[in-house]
């Protein structure tokens, strides 16, 4: 009896180690760094993130942009701001990033 009792805490165990690996999996969030366009509306900036993409085919490198609304609680970013954003749950129609730091505040 002792020997199954002691199995089936190794497989508990083990178990237990594989959901607590799925859940910091599932935990990561995506982050996105920045510049502050629009700090017009209230508690919410809009950043926008510049990256820099290779073409498939032709190897011409261009630059994508994409404009993200992310909650500022504290209205305390200003237009120009280099930020780092975090992805979060939705928070309004258009709001599913969060202002995580500010990186760079401009002279």
Known sequence: M???TSE???EAAEL??????EHAERRRRKTRVGVVASDRSAKTVTVVVRRR???PYYGKMT????K???HDEKNEY?????VRIVETRPL??????RVAELLERPA
Do not use: C
């Open 2 to 4: 002792a020997k199954k």
């Open 8 to 10: 089936s805490a190794g």
């Open 16 to 21: 237990q180690d594989v959901a607590s690996a």
């Open 53 to 55: 993409v290779e073409h």
């Open 63 to 66: 630059t994508r942009t994409k």
């Open 68 to 70: 993200y609304h992310a």
């Open 78 to 82: 200003r237009v120009g701001d280099l």
């Open 92 to 97: 309004s129609k258009t709001k599913r990033w």
